[in-house]
Every structure is written in structure tokens, then in C-alpha cells.
């Protein structure tokens, strides 16, 4: 049982460059969710989906772009990347938005624009 | 938007010792989380709260939801080195299609042998 997974770990980007970052759950979660993390603060949401074909803005959606057209796949487009995109993002799902105990988090994907 | 301050930012002790640590809202949350996020991974559930008022116990780790909603605390006793890492608070408010948490900042927990 894999969980969530990320892809890639690590990834280098010069500015204007676009990119995706890939997510896939095993789990059958309803819910799917793309969080950023700068150095020393916790995580912000970013965008989310209750389901596939369901998408929802979150905190800090601006220069994102996401979709989800199976149960199991929730890309991260970034179209234009800026340094201030600069970050730690992390996907996470669940079976619902109650369900505390499963909400399960990838390893993360580091991400540099120079 | 909603925000949670924890405290302290982080800490040094030494192995053996009790940590506290803290969160207050600015709002109220129905469910309070601590985490813990070690170095390269995701953030991983420790304790969840449900009602305020909620003492909770997992091992070590003693979590309490404040009878005001908007805030809780995290004691760890008698620490040990793989207690290092980072400490999350997060609130999480749900119903209908939320599902979203809100992060305090962390406390980096540092524990000399």
C-alpha cells in the first residue's frame, strides 16, 4: 500500500519555465489536496478536490493550476514559475474532510526557480 | 484568513526532559491536530481533539483542545532523541466540501543525548 505519492522529489526550474507536479493515492480518497511549505512556516493549502471533476481554490492558488479527472490523480500545473514559487509542496488526501485519522500526506516535492 | 500562533519556535533540551508547546486561534475550530514533520517527509498525525475541553494521551504525548475552541496545548515527557523534528498544530474545520487544515508555524524540537 504506497499512499500518496510524489513526483518528483527534487526539481530545479528557471524562471518562466512551467511544470507539473504529479500526485497519485492508492487509497480511494475522496478528497485531495496540494499544500505549499516555506521555510519555517506550516503548510498553506493551495488548491483542493472533493472528488474528480471537482476543484476548489484555496489560501494561495495564484500562479497554479490543478485537475482531476480520475478518483486516484490530482497534477499541480505551474505555468509560469516565479522564485516566489520557490518551496516544499506537499499533496495530501482523505477519505473525507472529517477524516482526521487518514489524512495522509506525500513525502513532498522541493522546488527551486532560479 | 484564519491563522494559528504557536509557540515557543522552537527548542533545545535535553534528553529526559519534558516540552510543552502551544497554539491560539484567532477563531474557532470543531477538530485540533499536532503533527510531526520529519526532516524530508510529509507531516504525520500524533494526536487528534475533538471537543473542547479534550485531554488526550498517546504515549508520551499529552494533548489538550481548549475549552474556548481556540487553542490547545502539546506536552511530551520524558524526550528522547527521536522526539526531534518539527511539531505542527493544525485546526480543521469540515462540512459540506471543507476539508482543509490550517497550520501554526512549528516548533523545531532539538534534544541532546
Known amino acids: 500500500n504506497a499512499g500518496v505519492t510524489q513526483t518528483p522529489k527534487f526539481r530545479i526550474l528557471k524562471i518562466g519555465q512551467s511544470m507539473t507536479l504529479q500526485c497519485t493515492q492508492d487509497m480511494n480518497h475522496n478528497y485531495m489536496y496540494w499544500y505549499r511549505q516555506d521555510p519555517g512556516m506550516g503548510l498553506k493549502l493551495i488548491y483542493y478536490s472533493v472528488g474528480a471533476g471537482i476543484t476548489d481554490k484555496g489560501e494561495v492558488p495564484n500562479g497554479y493550476n490543478v485537475s482531476r479527472s480520475t478518483t486516484e490523480d490530482f497534477p499541480l500545473r505551474l505555468e509560469l514559475a516565479a522564485p516566489s514559487q520557490t518551496s516544499v509542496y506537499f499533496c495530501?488526501?482523505?477519505?473525507?474532510?472529517?477524516?482526521?485519522?487518514?489524512?495522509?500526506f506525500g513525502s513532498g516535492t522541493r522546488l527551486t526557480v532560479v | 484568513g484564519q491563522q494559528l500562533n504557536q509557540s515557543p519556535q522552537s527548542m533545545f533540551i535535553q534528553e529526559g526532559e519534558d516540552v510543552s508547546m502551544n497554539c491560539t486561534s484567532s477563531s474557532i475550530f470543531n477538530t485540533w491536530l499536532w503533527y510531526k514533520q520529519d526532516p524530508g517527509e510529509g507531516p504525520v498525525l500524533l494526536i487528534a481533539l475533538y471537543k473542547a475541553g479534550e485531554l488526550t494521551s498517546n504515549g508520551r504525548l499529552t494533548a489538550q483542545f481548549g475549552i474556548t475552541r481556540k487553542d490547545s496545548f502539546l506536552n511530551i515527557s520524558a524526550s528522547i532523541p527521536s522526539d526531534v523534528g518539527i511539531y505542527f498544530c493544525a485546526g480543521l474545520n469540515y462540512g459540506g466540501s471543507q476539508g482543509n487544515l490550517i497550520f501554526g508555524k512549528g516548533t523545531k524540537l532539538s534534544v541532546k543525548p
Open positions: 495530501a488526501s482523505s477519505y473525507s474532510g472529517g477524516d482526521v485519522y487518514g489524512y495522509t
